[in-house]
Structure formats: C-alpha cells, structure tokens
C-alpha cells in the first residue's frame, strides 16, 4: 500500500524551475531514497512534502488524503515528520527541551506515549540519553544530527523525511546513522530518505530514485541502482 504518492509534482523558485513532473510513491514499511549531484532538486522535493515549499503543479496525497495545500503543522499531524538537512536544533534549548519539541502537536501527551517515544529515541542514541540536560548548540555536529532525527521521531510519524543526515560525519559515526535508519524501519516507521553518500544509502533501499536536473532520471530497487553502470559512473565514484 502506498503511504505517499507524488503525482506530477513540479516547484519553482521565481522563474526558476527546481523540479519537474515528479512522480512516485512510497510504500509503507520501506526505505525509499532519493540519490543525485547537488542541486538536482532532492531537498525541494522533500520540502514540498513537508509543506515547506508550495507546489506549482501536481499533487500530493499521504495515507490516502490529498495534502497538496495543508500546512506544514497538519502533515505533521497526520503523521508527516521531516528531520532537516544541516541538524537545525534549537541550540539554547536542553536535548530533552529539543526532544519535547518534537512532540508538541501530539494530543496523547497525558497518557505516556511522549515518554515511550522518548524511550524509544534513547534506546536508538544512548548519546542523547547521558546528555540529555545538555544545550542542543553545545553538542557535536554528529551528536545535532542525532538530535535533530529523534526530534522528527518524537512525533511518532508514520513517515520520517530524513535530508542528507550522513552530511558531515566521521565515517564510523555514518556507519552508526545507516543502522539506525535500519531500526527505525524496523520499528514499523517508513522512511524518504535523501544522500549524497549515495553508495550506503542504495545498499539499503527498497526503492531508490535518481534526479538530474528536477527530474527522476532512474528508478529500482537500490541494489539495482547500486550496479547501474550509469549510475555508479555518476553517483558511486565509478567503483
Ligand atoms: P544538494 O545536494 O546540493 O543539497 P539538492 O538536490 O537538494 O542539492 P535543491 O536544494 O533542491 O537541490 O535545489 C534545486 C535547485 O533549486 C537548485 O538549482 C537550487 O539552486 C535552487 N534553489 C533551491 N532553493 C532555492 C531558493 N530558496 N531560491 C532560489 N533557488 C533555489
């Protein structure tokens, strides 16, 4: 069963057109990823699902309701959470306060769901357990990262967007993230997911895409996309 379809979806910026007559769909239980060089529109494209961005044309529809023009908090409801790119916490605020945050439009705050999730968060970032009274912006950047997905985790999405959450990171602390993109799936969370570290990223998907220049170029699974010759050429370092 689809969770989300994207149907024809296009974006500008001004006169700029930053994606083109998208289409896709994720199903539920799966990873799907979206892989391309810089620029090619997978950060828009997550955006616009994440009512960040208005769309020009086409139409999005999540767990069988059209969300095309609904706003950012009510996809959020509805249990459409993104973890942004560049670990965008809010730095005065403790982890836990960061945590908290992420929870503020559940309506079962009162009967232990936000502590169970939180359970669950420090259960997949120990991290962010022996540091949860320190300030988000004194943190490590890999710890931000960390920080920034428990917070879209907080809200108990049926969907978590993750934008380019290996950015930055040592390579053992990248290996940790795509283990726990694992579990999260594992858990019954789907994930949309956006790398650059397109190699990791295919090993794992269920269904990848590639985009060039605001358009989905090639599809498959990731393992097939893995061993696309166009695409290793291109994405994988040709290796
Ligand atoms: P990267 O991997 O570098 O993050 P991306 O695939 O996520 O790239 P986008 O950030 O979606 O790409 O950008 C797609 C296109 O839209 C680019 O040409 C970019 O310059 C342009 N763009 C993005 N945001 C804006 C903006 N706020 N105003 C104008 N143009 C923008």
Known sequence: MALLEVDGLSVNYGHIE??????????VGTITTLIGANGAGKTTTLKTISGL???????????????????????VKL?????PEGRRCFPGMTVRENLDMGALLRTDR?????????????GLFPRLLERVDQYAGTMSG????????????????KLVLLDEPSMGLAPKLIRQI??????????????LLVEQNANQALKRSDVAHVLETG????????????????VKAAYLGGD
């Not at 249990?79 to 973890?83: A, I, K, N, V």
């Not at 890999?142 to 999405?157: S, V, Y």
């Not at 358009?215 to 166009?230: N, Y």
């Open 110 to 122: 009162r009967t232990g769901g936000v502590k169970e999730d939180m359970d669950r968060v420090f």
């Open 178 to 191: 795509f283990s726990i993109i694992d579990e999260i799936k594992e858990q019954g969370t789907t994930v």
């Open 79 to 83: 249990g459409l959470t993104q973890s």
């Open 215 to 230: 358009e989905i170029v090639r599809s498959g699974t990731g393992p097939e996309l893995a061993v696309d010759p166009a």
């Open 18 to 27: 930053a994606i083109r007559d998208i289409t896709f769909s994720v199903e």
């Open 53 to 75: 961005r208005s769309v020009r044309k086409g139409r999005i529809v999540f767990d069988g309701k059209d969300i095309t023009n609904t706003k950012p908090y009510e996809r």
């Open 142 to 157: 890999g710890e931000q990262q960390m920080l920034a997905i428990g917070r879209a985790l907080m809200a108990r999405p």
